[in-house]
């Protein structure tokens, strides 16, 4: 069997090793040079069985975790939070798992989209932080108000896992 790659050259998906792709009969359209699903699923006889089971297993828990955030989305919107921003925050934190699935099981389908999915992921996890910091803060009333109630507090910097190190004590 013939390997497949797709080549991106000015915008144009171009297939080479599968000349009857590119002349149009595997495509819908007569030379439109992208493949069919019965193409596709040629393709995929490929590769071995357990990694097609991993895919799919994969794929269902992605499903699953969607649903489940949007549920949980549903009733955090519908019994909670007075604060618009309390409720955005919690959102994009929530959202982290769902995203995270969403582009690892995009990464082991498209291989070569992997390293855009995994830079798509690790933004998000940094976002997230962010988002978590505007929670904590609204929690504690703003800026303000969080500035105000940690003024003269003592912070002990042997926290865990460095616990058993003897740290200063910072005011």
């Not at 955090?76 to 798992?97: A, P, R």
């Not at 390293?115 to 962010?130: G, P, R, V």
């Not at 969080?146 to 005011?171: D, F, I, R, Y």
Request: proline share 5%.
């Amino acid at each position: 069997m013939a390997e497949i790659s797709f080549v991106i050259d000015e915008g144009i998906s171009l297939i080479e090793g599968n000349e009857s792709l590119v002349e149009g009969e595997g495509g819908e359209e007569e030379g439109d040079g992208h493949p069919s699903v019965s193409d596709i699923l040629t393709h995929a006889e490929g590769y071995p069985t357990d990694w097609i089971v991993l895919i799919v297993a994969c794929t269902v828990f992605t499903i699953v975790m969607l649903v489940l955030f949007i549920k949980t989305a549903i009733a955090h919107k519908k019994y909670s939070t007075k604060h618009t921003m309390q409720f955005l925050s919690t959102m994009g934190i929530l959202f982290v798992y769902p995203l995270f699935a969403l582009m690892y099981v995009s990464g082991m389908v498209v291989p070569r989209a992997n390293s855009k999915c995994t830079f798509i992921a690790e933004m998000y996890e940094s976002l997230s932080l962010m988002f978590f910091l505007k929670l904590m803060l609204t929690y504690m009333g703003g800026k303000k108000n969080t500035v105000e109630s940690l003024e003269g507090q003592k912070v002990h910097l042997n926290a865990p896992p460095l616990c058993w190190c003897p740290m200063p004590t910072v005011k």
